[in-house]
């Protein structure tokens, strides 16, 4: 049974910088898609980030240029690099293994989602 353990996140000041690591376990996740999701306070579960297979990435227009994700293929992680943080950027982040077909691809709704990680909280303050 696949599972998704998170680890890092925190807080920060506007344009510091947050890893957030997410490590895979129970299987391989061969031909499924791995989505970052964030949620602030208050509001609902929208997605950052998808990628397949570690080659293919899609980043949401908010994050652009700014977060990056990228896998360990040895530890069987990814990790989602973010820079240049702003305080709309705070919120639950969790990753996700989610189907990688149609309109999962490019809006990964959380309905998409199989596998969700335990969620890690990243704060930004002015």
């Known amino acids: 049974q696949l599972q998704l353990v998170e680890s890092g996140g925190g807080s920060v000041q506007v344009g510091g910088s947050l890893r957030v690591s997410c490590k895979v376990s129970?299987?391989?996740?061969?031909?499924?898609?791995l989505a970052w999701f964030r949620q602030p306070p208050g509001n609902k579960r929208e997605r950052v980030a998808i990628?397949?297979?570690?080659?293919?990435?899609l980043y949401d227009d908010s994050v652009k240029g700014r977060f990056t994700i990228f896998p360990d293929d040895a530890e069987n992680t990814n990790y989602l690099q973010m820079n240049s943080l702003k305080v709309e950027d705070t919120g639950m982040y969790y990753c996700?293994?989610?189907?990688?077909?149609?309109?999962?691809?490019?809006?990964?709704?959380?309905?998409?989602?199989?596998?969700w990680g335990q969620g890690t909280q990243v704060t930004v303050s002015s």
């Open positions: 129970g299987g391989s996740w061969n031909g499924i898609c």
């Open positions: 990628t397949s297979g570690g080659t293919n990435i």
């Open positions: 996700a293994l989610a189907s990688c077909a149609g309109d999962c691809w490019w809006k990964t709704s959380p309905s998409c989602v199989g596998v």
